[in-house]
């Protein structure tokens, strides 16, 4: 769900919506493979679980009446008699993805739920889970539709890591393989997880949660239309189709504002206001809803657009030259680290500033990241203001970095730095005695006024200092003067 206006409805509003012939199409199969387990293996057979549809059709009914509106003006029961063939077949599709004799499910629609530190709770159901004699658990989704093209396959797998975080919280496995079975297109993608995989979704699901608890605060939950909007159950509620704010279950006079090509509210007041123009990139499309909700709670910045890899990212940033690029670095086709270099090298297509989140702080394509000409770095779960502060630092020209993380970040990745004992730069031998003893101290992550302190100088005189330095060794900010001092041997990594 990429529109926060429709979480509210859904989640938070409670709003009802019409069964659709898909959704119901797929509770139907959904149920079928469910309890051909039932039979013994040698009985799983697809005549047979193409004999359940019909029984379990009729308990559908019975559990959820509305599902019959679906087929209330069909008197002759022929779209019915389709809707039930083509159930049919994808049952029997099944059947040459997996073969169920030979499988044996530890557990079927199982409901899963865990509490995070945070406090925040996860829950689900996972449709199969298979635990191999070794132990090793394998996670099964089914998918009655297509599959996704490979650029916008992490959105399915995004839910699947989820629920293997919830299983790892629980019960303190790392499944072995998590499967997406795709009976619409007959595909099988599989992913095998590491721990890191997890903890970046739990990373990401705090993030999520921050921007939806900044929402529910301020009632400012934003339409974002898309072509999905024409299945929406909720265009009568919805500012985006001409309806009037609403006003949510929960009793806040919610204020719903229309996107920046709307009509009123946003839409000008960010014209007038907007200074700071922020373009999103991460291949999880549930984050950047996130980032955006929380990003455009502030009327100094707009975000103008999003992108799923480096390669649309780069296209957006020619497209809409936004001021500040929040980039994510593991990403398909192309990743962040290769898109910062092009976005800020000698061929770039403006004047973009790039700020890296990642989900760790000692991420070594972090360091890759500021080389290519990153301004900064922040983890993907610092609190809502520290990101949009970092924004607002970037963009006016400045590099955003904790000096503390800097230099851990520096030393815990130098095997990564030449030795020290490569010949020191020309470049160097330009600077001041003072110059490099102020290139030392940014190097090892102190700010301005601690280098005063330890210089005993003036605060003016070390910016004056750090602006001679810039120049002299022609580097963009104190990021890659940092950067300079380690590749050059200035500092050597853990020397204080
Ligand atoms: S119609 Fe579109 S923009 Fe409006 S709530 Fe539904 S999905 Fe969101």
Redesign the pocket.
């Known amino acids: 769900m990429q529109?926060p206006?429709?979480y509210r409805?859904r989640v938070i509003d409670k709003l009802p919506e019409k069964p659709s012939e898909a959704a119901t199409r797929g509770t139907l199969v959904h149920a079928v493979l469910e309890r051909l387990f039932d039979a013994p293996a040698a009985d799983r057979t697809a005549p047979r679980a193409k004999s359940l549809i019909p029984g379990q059709w009729d308990r559908l009914r019975e559990s959820r009446p509305e599902v019959v509106e679906l087929f209330a003006d069909d008197p002759d029961g022929e779209r019915l008699a389709r809707w039930l063939a083509e159930a049919e077949r994808l049952v029997e599709r099944w059947f040459s993805l997996e073969d169920p004799s030979r499988l044996e499910p530890a557990e079927r629609e199982l409901f899963v739920e865990t509490e995070l530190e945070s406090g925040l709770r996860l829950r689900g159901i996972i449709d199969r889970v298979d635990v191999a004699p070794t132990g090793e658990v394998r996670i099964v989704d089914y998918k009655t539709g297509k599959a996704p093209r490979p650029e916008y396959a992490e959105g399915a797998l995004f839910q699947m890591k989820f629920y293997a975080l919830v299983v790892w919280r629980l019960k303190k496995v790392v499944p072995r393989r998590l499967q997406l079975v795709y009976l619409g297109s007959g595909d099988v993608v599989t992913y095998d997880p590491v721990l890191a995989d997890l903890e970046r979704v739990e990373r990401k699901l705090l993030v999520l949660w921050d921007a939806i608890r900044l929402a529910t605060e301020t009632g400012d939950w934003r339409?974002?239309?898309t072509k999905?909007?024409g299945w929406?159950d909720?265009?009568a509620h919805?500012p985006?189709?001409g309806a009037l704010p609403a006003v949510s279950a929960a009793g806040e006079g919610a204020r719903v504002r229309r996107g920046p090509g709307g009509q009123n509210g946003r839409g000008l007041a960010k014209e007038t206001h907007v200074a700071i123009r922020v373009l999103l990139v991460d291949d999880q499309p549930l984050l950047r809803t996130g980032f955006r909700m929380i990003l455009e709670a502030e009327q100094d910045l707009a975000v103008v657009g999003e992108a799923g890899d480096g390669l649309q990212a780069l296209d957006q940033v020619r497209a809409l030259q936004p001021d500040v690029v929040l980039m994510d670095i593991r990403m398909p086709r192309m990743d962040g680290v290769e898109a910062t270099r092009q976005i800020t090298g000698p061929e770039r297509d403006g004047p973009a500033k790039v700020l890296v989140l990642t989900t760790f702080d000692l991420d070594e394509y972090v360091v890759e990241a500021l080389r290519a000409g990153a301004s900064g770095f922040l983890l993907k779960d610092a609190p809502a203001n520290e990101l949009v502060q970092a924004i607002r630092v970037v963009a006016a020209g400045e590099a955003m970095l904790a000096p503390s993380i800097t230099r851990r970040l520096l030393d815990k990745y130098a095997t990564h730095l030449p030795s020290g004992d490569e010949p020191v730069p020309d470049t160097l031998h330009t600077l001041t005695e003072r110059e490099v003893e102020v290139l030392k101290l940014v190097a090892r992550g102190l700010s301005n006024a601690e280098i005063a302190a330890d210089l005993f100088v003036s605060e003016t005189t070390v910016k004056t200092h750090v602006g001679h330095v810039l120049n002299k060794l022609g580097l963009r900010d104190r990021v890659q003067a940092a950067v300079y001092a380690y590749e050059s041997g200035l500092v050597r990594p853990g020397a204080q």
Request: aromatic share 14%; glycine share 0%; with cysteine.
């Open positions: 529109c206006l429709l409805f339409p974002r239309p999905l909007c929406c909720h265009r919805c985006e189709f």
